[in-house]
Each structure stands twice: as C-alpha cells, then as structure tokens.
C-alpha cells in the first residue's frame, strides 16, 4: 500500500497571506490528524477528522481549520499567516479514530517571511 | 492534559553499543507509540504499544501502562539509528480522544 502523501512539501508565504495543504491517507484509512512541529513548541496536535467530520480539536487559534472529503483525503488552512506559523506540518493518517496506530506522512514545510 | 517525559534529552553512543530511552506518563493512556524521526522530518513508526512487550529486529519496547512508562531498546546501534527519538500517547477521555502528545524526545547520536 502507498503511504501517507502530502503536497506541497515545501512551501515559502509572506505574513498575512493564506495557505491550503493537502494530505492524502494509506487507502481504506477513514482517519485523519494534523500536527504542527516547531523547535520552540515540539510536535502539538491540530486537529482530526473522521468521516468528513472533525472530531477533536487541538489548543490552536481559529485561522486554522481543515476539512476532510469523501475519498478521505484532507485539508488544512491557514489564514492570515504570521512568522510563528512556519513550521513542518505533518498529517497521519488511521483506520479508523486516534486510539489506532497512527502513520505520518513526510509532512509540508511552511517558511513565513 | 496528559504530560509526557523522555529521557536522557540526548545521547551520544559508539557503533556498536545498547541503549535504552525510557518514556514516563501522566495518566492512563490508550495509544502509546515510538518513533524515529529522520533527518527529512518523518516520523516512522517504529512500535505501537499501549502495554505489554515487541521485538522488531535489533529493537525492542516495554510499556508497563499500570506504572506509566515504556522503554525502547536498542542493541548493536549503527550510525543509521542516529536521529531524534519520540514517545506519544494518546488518553481517551469522556469527550473523546485527545490526539497525540508528543513528548521532546531522545537526540540520538551513534558515533563510527
């Protein structure tokens, strides 16, 4: 089975601007999460989605959301960017919620200028 | 939320040698997973391991859920072991699944 995609994998925006990523799961996997890594911050989950449905939301401000389709394939957005946003954005996907292994894809690296 | 805590915060060993880093835990959790990050920024799965013992090869993991920690060894390192190592946890609580916690991981550094 392919793994976990993710596009762009890198990616250079300037403050205020907005950003779409996109992260497609290992086939038949329904689940998916995002997290944001930062050398200050670590790794912190953003949010999943299951079912077209976000079912749990990480401690991040509203400018970022995410859906998810019906192919299971997601989204996320960030709007109005700001410096601390750069960061690399990883998705993993699962079979079904978060209690299930977890398979991260090679995730997006966001540079803000 | 649920804390998570790896040690030794890095570790610089010679080819050859054994190691082990060891992930304590806040609270009951129902997800606890090991990873290798590579130099690119992906996190391979190396264990899924709520409880109980797995062996992959030269690694291993113990998770020990009534004490709150897991353990991942590492026999007869080589150089392409080196990276950062991560412990994450999840805790189902009454609203639902909390996502992953990471904790800071082991910077391992396996020396020819």
């Known amino acids: 089975k392919a793994g976990v995609t993710q596009t762009p994998r890198y990616l250079i925006k300037t403050r205020g601007q907005q950003v779409t990523l996109s992260c497609s799961p290992i086939?038949?996997?329904?689940?998916v999460s995002w997290y944001q890594q930062t050398p200050g911050q670590g790794l912190q989950f953003l949010f999943e989605y299951f079912s077209e449905t976000q079912r749990n939301k990480g401690n991040f401000p509203g400018r970022f959301s995410g859906r998810q389709f019906s192919n299971s394939r997601s989204e996320m957005n960030v709007s109005t960017l700001e410096l601390g946003d750069s960061a690399l954005y990883l998705c993993a996907s699962s079979p079904r919620t978060l209690t299930y292994e977890q398979y991260f894809g090679p995730g997006t690296r966001l540079t803000v200028t | 939320g649920i804390q998570v805590e790896q040690s030794p915060p890095d570790l610089i060993l010679q080819e050859g040698a054994n190691s082990t880093l060891r992930c304590n835990f806040s609270?009951?959790?129902?997800?606890l997973q090991w990873f290798h990050q590579n130099p690119w920024g992906q996190l391979i799965n190396l264990f899924y391991i709520p409880s109980g013992t797995k062996q992959n090869g030269r690694l291993s993991a113990t998770t020990v859920a009534t004490e709150r920690y897991s353990l991942l060894y590492i026999s007869s390192s080589q150089t392409t072991d080196s990276g950062v190592y991560f412990c994450?946890?999840?805790?189902?609580?009454?609203?639902?699944?909390?996502?992953?916690?990471f904790g800071k991981g082991t910077h391992l550094i396996i020396q020819p």
């Open positions: 086939s038949g996997h329904r689940s």
């Open positions: 994450a946890v999840e805790r189902r609580s009454g609203g639902g699944a909390d996502g992953l916690t």
């Open positions: 609270d009951s959790v129902n997800n």
